[in-house]
């Protein structure tokens, strides 16, 4: 007999300190504890070692460090009718634990589906130019939309990016060829700038030897100096400047 209510004796202080242990909770730095007393939320305990109720209650823990969340590629029609392949990350933070348990089933997949929907209506707003150049002003509109809504749930969006925008094969091509042609056209446009400036300081120049005296015969030495350098042989004949112009006049 005495070894029954020994044995009983052991079992019941087993038991207790079995429900002791279970009712110690111990809340992370970066966590927040939700309290469910009989299935009724009771209050948030900050971290530390907590001593909850066994059976009676429970503890949700939620984790109020931002958090990124891939968003997957979605298919888009831009407003000029060009399909794309548009993806995203979006971080958030919970701020307020409480909502976030009590008015989702799961607020991280939830903040997913949702900005999956901003993504799709926001970038169909836009045409592929502009979609390709404005990739901050759609990630700021995304992040209005989706910090609004999630609002109800606690949540604060505090960033959205665009990653990847990938375009069809064929509009690659074209955009390559304009790209190219575009890249014609400047080199094009810079030549005849240089040929313009060219022509431009040779006119000038002319115009300075003709108005200087003695200019054009100096420049005449100096190109017959350049050319008696060369092996080949030559003969040279200079005719006077005066007898140029003399001639010139008698054409006239």
Do not use: C
Not at 52 to 77: A, C, F, G, H
Not at 138 to 165: A, C, F, P, Y
Not at 190 to 203: L, M, N, P
Not at 215 to 228: A, F, N, Y
């Amino acid at each position: 007999m005495e070894e029954f209510i020994g044995f009983i004796i052991t079992v019941v202080v087993i038991f207790l300190v079995i429900m002791v242990l279970s009712g110690i909770k111990i809340i992370k730095q970066y966590e927040r504890g939700i309290v469910f007393t009989l299935g009724k939320y009771t209050g948030t305990i900050k971290p530390g070692l907590k001593i909850v109720i066994p059976i009676l209650q429970t503890v949700d823990k939620v984790d109020v460090r931002t958090i990124p969340i891939d968003v997957p590629k979605q298919e888009v029609i831009t407003k000029d009718n060009v399909t794309v392949l548009v993806d995203a990350i979006v971080y958030f933070r919970v701020l307020d634990p409480s909502k976030a348990i009590l008015e989702t089933t799961n607020y991280t997949y939830a903040t997913t589906n949702f900005a999956q929907a901003a993504l799709r209506d926001i970038t169909g707003n836009f045409e592929l130019d502009e979609l390709l150049s404005k990739r901050e002003e759609i990630s700021t509109q995304i992040r209005e939309i989706v910090d609004k809504e999630t609002d109800k749930w606690g949540i604060d969006i505090q960033n959205v990016k665009l990653q990847n925008i990938e375009l069809p094969t064929d509009m690659k091509r074209a955009m390559a060829k304009q790209a190219e042609a575009e890249r014609e056209r400047r080199a094009a446009i810079i030549v005849a700038e240089g040929e313009k400036a060219s022509a431009q300081a040779v006119s000038e120049a002319a115009h300075l030897l003709a108005k200087t005296p003695g200019g054009i015969q100096v420049r005449t030495l100096q190109t017959l100096e350049k050319i008696s350098t060369a092996p080949s042989q030559k003969t040279i004949v200079v005719l006077p400047t005066e007898l140029g112009e003399h001639i010139g006049k008698l054409v006239k």
